[in-house]
């Protein structure tokens, strides 16, 4: 039997008045009460792992998410107030609980934390056994919040900090400040989704880390094995869970490493989707520069017509802002010519590049035309009697 097995089934005994304890040797789980518990026979299973400042993680190195600029989190985040955090000073949030809804009926049962130090990453995993006991979980959570300059989570924004909030309220402990969060799933939703479609966590393990798990729980069937565990009391199970959750914990680190990697120096293998995503996001954080470098490559590396189709009208569109009108009559040029079903939409645009822009009526009258299915009947016929108009008067 391993020695978190062993230290399981001792949670399963009847309960005990401990008094002190600390969180372990950072290796294995050892029992103890959280400091300021009320009453005797709370008791919690904290685990310690340690991963060092060399550690990868698929084929990022975790400790590069210390590291992590301000900058570049709060624009990958499309948040101004994470602009002022500490990366290295970063509190990592996962949580597994009895049900997928936020409300009080549902009991997160395993709290995992993780955070650096000295350079390493340290995975603390809370497990409480039994429901009425999760008190100490919140009590460590509480004192792990000190210092903290910025909560990391994947989805925590709609589940896990809401959760997390409601159980403080409702074991009658003051509730945690609102630290700035970073929650990782919409971030990479706007880099990733275009490529891989599904933005789960392990999706991302798979498709942008290189890291597959073996033998891992489903999410799904967390639930359950908690409440296996409440009636068979199967330390192997538990295990399964709480290595699943320190497998997210971990990934968290590597996800947030790697988007910031992207953002600021980009690889010549990474997907034309994923500059493209990239390029969007620098756009709305107002890094215009940014922005165009990454729609270049997207047009350039693509293999895809629609993925080239969308980064030269991207281009188009940034260089019609700036009124670079034969930058964008060149761009949607090279659109028209992509064997996209949507060669009308950029017909369209290039027609209005040339009648307003370049006062080129002519090629303006001839895209108008061949752009007439991107607009309704009425309206194409309006525009190129307008541009004929001009053509004539010139």
Request: one cysteine or more.
């Amino acid at each position: 039997m391993s020695g978190l097995a062993a230290k399981l089934q001792r949670l399963k005994a009847p309960p005990l008045a401990l008094s002190g304890g600390a969180a372990g040797d950072g290796v294995e789980a050892v029992i103890a009460p959280a400091s300021g518990s009320s009453g005797q026979g709370e008791r919690v299973l904290l685990q310690d792992r340690t991963h060092g400042p060399g550690y990868r993680h698929g084929r990022v190195l975790i400790g590069d998410a210390r590291t992590a600029n301000a900058a570049t989190v709060a624009s990958l985040a499309l948040d101004e107030g994470l602009a002022g955090i500490d990366a290295s000073r970063m509190l990592l949030v996962d949580t597994e609980t009895t049900g997928l809804q936020s409300g009080s009926g549902t009991l997160p049962f395993v709290i995992g934390l993780a955070w650096f130090e000295a350079g390493a990453l340290v995975v603390r995993q809370l497990f409480v056994p039994r429901p009425g006991q999760e008190r100490p979980l919140l009590q460590r959570l509480a004192e792990r919040l000190h210092g903290t300059s910025v909560l990391v989570t994947f989805n925590g924004k709609c589940f896990d900090w809401p959760l997390l909030r409601t159980r403080f309220v409702m074991n009658r402990l003051e509730a945690p400040p609102q630290l700035p969060h970073l929650d990782l799933l919409h971030v990479a939703r706007r880099v990733f989704k275009r490529r891989l479609g599904a933005t789960r966590l392990t999706d991302l393990e798979q498709q942008v880390l290189d890291f597959h798990r073996e033998g891992d729980i489903a999410g799904a069937d967390i639930p359950a094995v908690y409440f296996d565990w409440l009636r068979h009391g199967r330390p192997a199970d538990i295990e399964r869970v709480l290595e699943h959750n320190a497998q997210d914990l971990i990934s968290m680190a590597a996800v947030l490493a790697e988007l910031c990697r992207r953002f600021e120096a980009p690889a010549d293998d990474d997907a034309a989707e994923d500059c493209l995503g990239l390029a969007r996001v620098a756009e709305r954080a107002g890094d215009e520069q940014r922005a165009w470098r990454f729609a270049a490559q997207a047009a350039r590396r693509s293999t895809s017509p629609e993925v080239a189709f969308d980064a030269c009208a991207f281009l188009a569109k940034l260089c019609v802002r700036h009124r670079a009108w034969a930058d964008a009559a060149r761009w949607l040029e090279r659109a028209t010519r992509v064997r996209s079903e949507r060669a009308a939409v950029a017909h369209l645009a290039y027609a209005r590049v040339c009648e307003h822009g370049l006062r080129d009526f002519a090629r303006a009258l001839l895209h108008a035309r061949l752009g007439s299915a991107a607009e309704s009947a009425e309206a194409s016929s309006r525009r190129v009697a307008r541009i004929s108009r001009r053509l004539v008067g010139q």
